[in-house]
């Protein structure tokens, strides 16, 4: 891990100042017998021009980490201890104490490995570590035929924000709006700084229906209060599922040409791309069995309000890959646990949305509703605690999804308000 590390970031030019920089005198040879970098410590200390290929023929000799000794640079022939780490196709020379030193080296490259994946303005992750996670979650949607899609998002009028109140305020504006975005996230989903004022997320085992909710959430996190100085903010989103049999340059076009068109129709919106994958397997499936139990959707489950059948939508999602784990021989506990905590998570998230809306629609029954929703809630993360603790008997789970969640709550008590919340 350690060589393969090095040997990437010899190629990034911020990584070479910091080696420049480093109070270890550090130089970094190929096999073959050029020298890559010799920073500033070691050109004051050694004779770089000993470092010859012939010297480092007989470098390259050694598989493991090992001392040797160098002429030092006053040229009086005196040898110098150096500490070499091979590092695949190249060499590291470290002068001084060489397991302090690479202590020292180590402990400076797990720090720039952080700052690597971070964007340094916002905290959220990178550009560079979005395409490897891209990468990460097209190949798992496509082994297990699961969902996957991808928000992109764009600050409205940004430039007139940095023209009016000037950059070191347009900054804070983008630390404030991804503190806003990450609190709306649902612990399933990442956020990316893709560059400028635009960012990605992505979310997986989420069709584009329960994205363009995601996505609704984080329009509505950004625009809910006034930012300071600038006062309110918008956003614009855009939405693509992921094709299996297309690219994923394709994926990234519609769902930045989902954003252009919220743009164009007056901003401040969520556009959905209408492309789905040709062929979607049912929620929780996997590439070797549908699940044994499995809660099915239909169109009579439907309030008419758009959010909270989405929301209703997306909870059946997750329902459903905790069945699928929980009733898989293969699965990990980890896994069933992580789907557990999702699920509860989003019923938390979607019972707080749909009481804003029942308040909003002036529902005569909202108290009682409310009582309902801390109910049930408890009971689901008591459930998330006995997961969390050891072996939970799959009936139990079923009990409470089937049973609890969907049948006595949202294809009962929620009806309660379906005429009302059509019409509000």
Known sequence: MFAMTVSTWLEDHSTIDTLMDLPLP????????????????FSSEMDAEALTPEVIAKLSARDVPSNVSLPNANGDGEAVAAFVVPLGDRLMLILENGDRAVQMLEERLREMERLSTKDRLTNAWNRTHLERMVESETARAARYRESLSQILLDVDHFKRINDGFGHAVGDLVLKELVSRVQDALR??????????????VLAPETDADGAAVVAERLREAVA????????TVTVSLGVAEYLPEASREDWFDRCDRAMYRA??????????DPLRPESRPAAGSTPRTRPLVELAWDSDFASGHPVIDGEHRRLFDLANRVLAEALASHSEPDRLASAVSALVTEVERHFRHEEQILEQCAFPGLQGHRNAHRALLRRAR???????????????????????????????????????????
């Open 26 to 41: 550090i130089a970094v040879v190929h096999r073959s017998g050029s020298v890559d970098l010799v920073n500033r410590r």
């Open 187 to 200: 612990l399933t989903d990442s956020l990316y700084r893709w560059g400028g004022e635009e960012f990605v």
């Open 224 to 231: 809910a209060e006034p930012f300071p100085v600038v006062g």
């Open 263 to 272: 743009k164009s129709g007056g901003r401040d919106r969520v556009v959905v």
């Open 382 to 424: 008591e459930v998330e605690a006995a997961v969390r603790s050891g072996p939970v008997a799959v009936a139990t789970l079923v009990e409470f999804l089937a049973q609890d969640l969907v049948l006595r709550h949202m294809l009962t008590a929620d009806r309660q308000f379906f005429g009302l919340v059509r019409n509000c």
